[in-house]
């Protein structure tokens, strides 16, 4: 009965090889199959995953692909067995998965999901282990399960979060990635208590979303922590009370912090990946009930060391994945937070550019300019 949803020819960015620039081209985009729908992207955004995965620095090069997993769209077409979405819906793509069947998908306390959760190195549908991309019958590789550098691109069904279809899409989108697993980080899994002090380590895209949770939950002194001076004066906006240049102190961070809040931190966020910051904003925390949480990614072969006494004088240190949030179930409340004006999105966005100038974007993280770039669709 789905057979007549045909292939369609539209435009997408496509990265040849790791590091060039990317050129936008006619890909033929394949129906969706089971468990699978078709997303018309109106609004995408450029995640500092995406430029890591294009430098392919470290990890298995997957070319040629197509990027992007931060975005907005509109249902277009559904697959077989699709009951949750119908064309029309729209939606946010998400590069981890709630397949709402496993293990973790039915635990109050996980949003990894077995089936879904993110692959980089997987460039094909799950299903049967083939790309919905092709140029002249050869296939041009998915990433992340998403790929939103495209007019239109295939998911899995439970990769896309239904959402309210009053929300702005060119606001929203970044809901999809970034904002969430900062915001996440502070209100489901630091849980700053009313008037407590809060460090963030890195003020980036995340980090700022981290530091906005932790305002939003009312913190009263939040304290962003950056090797780039220049973000402090924006940091501000997102709640940040206080600033560490860890380039202005001889003595390591987490004995500058504990000078300044008589012993430690109540909560630290750390959003940079770099080990030694993980390890700081471990140690940065209040003995007898601090609690650190990581969220960056470190290099593969980082090792976190730390003393066992930092744990036995009662330390905690958590990770988080997403921000804990479980995509399907709980992003659409994130956007009804915006929608009631409980979170600022707007102040992010600090670029705009068409699709045929997504190169620019690029450009701009690169430079450290701007926290989110918004690549419109429309030519």
């Not at 992010?348 to 701007?370: C, P, Q, R, W």
Request: charged fraction near 25%; charge should be negative; aromatic fraction near 8%.
């Amino acid at each position: 009965s789905f057979s007549w949803i045909c292939a369609c020819v539209r435009a997408a960015a496509v990265a040849w090889e790791a590091g060039k620039p990317l050129s936008i081209e006619e890909v033929e985009v394949a129906p969706p199959q089971a468990m699978e729908v078709r997303v018309k992207i109106l609004f995408t955004a450029l995640c500092h995953t995406d430029v890591y995965f294009w430098e392919a620095k470290g990890q298995t090069p997957v070319f040629p692909r197509i990027f992007g997993h931060e975005a907005g769209g509109i249902v277009e077409s559904v697959g077989e067995g699709v009951t949750d979405v119908a064309p029309g819906d729209h939606v946010l793509p998400v590069f981890t998965g709630e397949c709402k069947e496993c293990r973790h998908c039915k635990s109050a306390e996980s949003n990894m999901c077995d089936l879904l959760r993110i692959n980089t190195d997987r460039g094909v549908m799950i299903s049967d282990g083939k790309s919905r991309f092709s140029i002249d019958g050869k296939p041009i590789f998915h990433f992340v399960g998403t790929s939103t550098f495209s007019e239109y691109t295939v998911m899995h069904v439970g990769c896309v979060a239904k959402i309210n279809p009053e929300a702005p899409l060119d606001k929203v989108c970044v809901l999809s990635c970034g904002i969430s697993t900062g915001l996440g980080a502070s209100i489901n899994v630091a849980k700053p208590p009313k008037g407590s002090t809060v460090a963030i380590f890195g003020l980036g895209a995340v980090g700022l979303a981290a530091a906005e949770g932790a305002r939003i939950a009312g913190a009263s002194r939040i304290i962003g922590i950056d090797l780039n001076a220049n973000r402090f004066e924006e940091a501000r906006k997102f709640g940040c009370t206080e600033f560490v240049n860890p380039k202005d102190h001889t003595k390591p961070v987490q004995e500058v912090l504990a000078e300044m809040t008589d012993g430690g931190v109540d909560r630290s966020v750390e959003c940079t990946g770099n080990i030694n910051a993980m390890i700081q904003a471990f140690e940065c925390v209040h003995d007898g009930w601090g609690v650190a949480v990581l969220v960056g990614v470190p290099h593969k072969d980082a090792e976190f060391k730390t003393h066992p006494m930092n744990f036995l004088n009662e330390r905690t240190l958590k990770g988080t994945f997403f921000g804990n949030f479980k995509p399907r179930t709980d992003l659409p409340n994130v956007v009804e937070m915006y929608m009631k004006k409980e979170l600022e999105v707007e102040k992010f966005i600090t670029h705009s550019v068409t699709f045929s100038e997504i190169n620019k974007a690029f450009d701009l993280m690169a430079k450290g300019e701007g926290i989110r770039c918004i690549i419109r669709m429309e030519h």
